[in-house]
């Protein structure tokens, strides 16, 4: 199953990388330039494939816990300044996706969208310390009933040129759902409360809509 937003791209690929074998095949004389020149067409046509994936996930729904938002690698964990939304100290959790990973965007918690912001920007490398205040980013912020306001910020990296978001101020959301796609890019951001239980570990992986993020903690729940 593929995402809808690359829908697009793969057909053009299609065809195009079609049209290159076939006039390879009529026009190139040379046996193992041909052979070379429709294999790498295959390649590049599994690798479009493969990147726009959109594996059929069901969340386990649970207010008392956030979702991975995106499939990737846990590269950041640390207590921060959020400045844009909240303007106060907040757990930081960041996930980097590679080119290889699943770049669809899923909503790490159910709540209503209280704030969705696209920022124009630069295209510094993910790991850029900069790169969550200076690169075209998109940030959202989901009310949540067990964690209050939670925010998640999409962040485009060196290889990226667009970030498609679909939250919108009012509507409500629901956990693991999808929530956007970085096309061909590369890492997501978690503001979280300070007094979240953070249940990942640096360089951990982790899947969309399937691996925990964080709990409440239990004496909030009495």
Known sequence: MFHKEGQKIILITFFLLSTIIVLAHFYVG??????????????????ILQFFRNPKRVATKNFDEILAPVDGKVVVIEEVEENEYFKDKRLQVSIFMSPVNVHVTRYPASG?????????????????????EENERT????????????????????????????????????????????????????FLPLNSI?????????????????????????
């Open 30 to 47: 040379i046996s193992w330039v041909k052979t070379a020149v429709q294999i790498a067409a295959l390649l590049i046509l599994v690798a």
């Open 112 to 132: 209503q969208i209280r704030f969705s912001k696209y920022h124009p920007g630069k295209y510094l490398v993910a790991w850029h310390p900069k790169s969550s």
């Open 139 to 190: 940030t959202v912020v989901i009310n949540t009933p067990k964690f209050g306001d939670i925010l998640y910020r999409q962040i485009a990296g060196a290889m990226a040129r667009r970030i498609v978001n679909y939250a919108e101020v009012g509507e409500s959301v629901v956990q693991g759902e999808d929530a956007g796609f970085i096309k061909f890019g590369s890492r997501v951001d978690l």
């Open 198 to 222: 953070i249940t990942v570990k640096l360089n951990q992986k982790v899947k969309g809509a399937k691996t925990c993020i964080a709990t409440i903690p239990k004496k909030d729940e009495d």
